[in-house]
């Protein structure tokens, strides 16, 4: 099958799931304060074309009731916390020590907040997976503070979340953080939303095979 044509396919179904699992978002209580596993993409100057002259990097951070194979596919249920815009300077790619804020600057040591547009999410938002569905939780605003201790990276977030009370989540990933660095794979200046797309794609392909499976049942 075209790859292009089952990339399609897959977000078609990420959308009918999504509008069937008709959740209530859940409560800061019920998303998981300790983080254990995940990954960074590195982007480079992803936003050259717009005039920004600070570099990009994506965080994807699970709980430990998550679990991800070697090939990428999620099981279990838990928190997932990810990060689609997080501006580092042009010089690095990984994240320096220090504390990151929620702006709309585009510089240095900033990360955007979430947004949802047509059903798409990107920016800040935290991603409750069930065993019948998942929900999001987008985040308004709040920082995150990175630090290195030997060979692990602690990530402590305070974000405040898009929700009636817009109480505020805190949690803390502390482990082994892989980077990718996608700069010499990614197309030329790829379109924001092809990025949101493959990144939603990629993050819910095991709750895909599975609930395929269970209908091939």
């Known amino acids: 099958m075209n790859r292009r044509l089952l990339f399609i396919l897959t977000i078609g179904i990420v959308l009918l799931l999504a509008s069937a699992c008709g959740s209530n978002p859940p409560e800061p209580s019920q998303f998981a304060k300790r983080l254990d596993k995940g990954y960074a993409t590195y982007y480079g100057n992803y936003y050259a074309a717009e005039g920004l002259d600070a570099h990009l990097l994506s965080l994807d951070i699970y709980s430990p009731t998550i679990t991800i194979d070697s090939a990428g596919r999620i099981g279990g249920t838990g928190t997932n916390v990810y990060l689609s815009d997080i501006f580092i300077p042009n010089d690095e790619i990984f994240m320096r020590r220090g504390e990151y ?69 805190t949690g803390e990933y502390r482990g082994v953080l892989p980077y990718y660095d996608t700069t010499n794979t990614i197309e030329q200046q790829p379109s924001a939303l092809r990025r949101i797309l493959s990144a939603t794609a990629r993050r819910e392909s095991a709750f895909l095979n599975q609930q395929l499976t269970e209908a091939d049942e």
């Open 101 to 169: 804020k929620c702006d709309t600057t585009y510089k240095p040591f900033t990360f955007l907040a979430g947004i949802e547009y047509e059903g798409h999410y990107s920016g800040a938002y935290l991603l409750s997976i069930k065993e019948n569905g998942y929900s999001v939780t987008l985040v308004k605003s709040g920082t995150m503070m990175v630090s290195y201790v030997s060979d692990s990276t602690i990530i402590n977030f305070e974000l405040m979340l898009d929700n009636p009370g817009r109480t505020t989540y």
